[in-house]
Nanobody, 126 residues
Framework: QVQVLESGGGLVQAGGSLRLSCTAS????????MGWFRQAPGKAREGVSC????????RSADSVKGRFTISRDNAKNTLYLQMNSLKPEDTAMYYC???????????????????WGQGTQVTVSS
């Protein structure tokens, strides 16, 4: 049974930093492309950053480029999202997801990701 579990969310002031972590079990981690997605109240879920199986390639939304960094440690079956210079508009539930679809990271769309965590809340106060 595949399980995806996020952690690291919380309340932070604008300009602050957080690091999200995601562990995945029940699958061969380095056979899956991984991604971070977020959903704010009343809005659709959107791709934040996605990463290839090896970690050598990534794709990020324009809104987070230069501020967020996605990475993975395949030896630890763990995905990370380092978030710096946080803004109030970054407030959302953040989800980790896994995809067996090759090159899913290059589009970073929700449709290609089949395994999802329950999410971790990030709230940025102004």
């Amino acid at each position: 049974q595949v399980q995806v579990l996020e952690s690291g969310g919380g309340l932070v002031q604008a300009g602050g930093s957080l690091r999200l972590s995601c562990t995945a079990s029940g699958l061969t981690f380095d056979d899956y492309e991984m991604g971070w997605f977020r959903q704010a109240p009343g809005k659709a879920r959107e791709g934040v950053s996605c990463i290839s199986r090896s970690g050598s390639s990534t794709r990020s939304a324009d809104s987070v480029k230069g501020r967020f960094t996605i990475s993975r440690d395949n030896a630890k079956n763990t995905l990370y999202l380092q978030m710096n210079s946080l803004k109030p508009e970054d407030t959302a539930m953040y989800y980790c997801a896994a995809s067996s679809v090759r090159f899913a990271y290059s589009i970073c769309g929700t449709n290609a990701f089949g395994y999802w965590g329950q999410g971790t809340q990030v709230t940025v106060s102004s």
